[in-house]
């Protein structure tokens, strides 16, 4: 069983920052690829970044220049800091990782942007 537990979200005026952590533990091996989804209220989930261990980098194109995702192989963790939120980017962020263990999903961490 893996088990991944975020941190970090809460609500944020427009313009402000905020960094969201990831840290997996449990029957988990071989950790590939880490990253970060999002689900807006009434919108499908979707993706904001991931990372793997040689440390290719994706980046949706609505936040590339805004957040940086990082990890910790040794500490199984993944950070995402996001700088300069909008209102749009308001939403449930889900930790994913994909090891040999298979997919797995965070529970969400609710990220607010004030205007």
């Known amino acids: 069983q893996v088990q991944l537990v975020e941190s970090g979200g809460g609500l944020v005026q427009a313009g402000g920052s905020l960094r969201l952590s990831c840290a997996a533990s449990?029957?988990?091996?071989?950790?590939?690829?880490m990253g970060w989804y999002r689900q807006a209220p009434g919108k499908q989930r979707e993706f904001v970044a991931t990372?793997?261990?040689?440390?290719?980098?994706n980046y949706a194109d609505s936040v590339k220049g805004r957040f940086t995702i990082s990890r910790d192989n040794a500490k199984k963790t993944v950070d995402l800091q996001m700088n300069s939120l909008t209102p749009e980017d308001t939403a449930v962020y889900y930790c994913?990782?994909?090891?040999?263990?298979?997919?797995?999903w965070g529970q969400g961490t609710q990220v607010t942007v004030s205007s």
């Open positions: 994913y990782v994909a090891s040999r263990s298979g997919p797995s």
């Open positions: 449990g029957s988990i091996f071989s950790i590939n690829l």
């Open positions: 990372i793997i261990p040689g440390g290719s980098i």
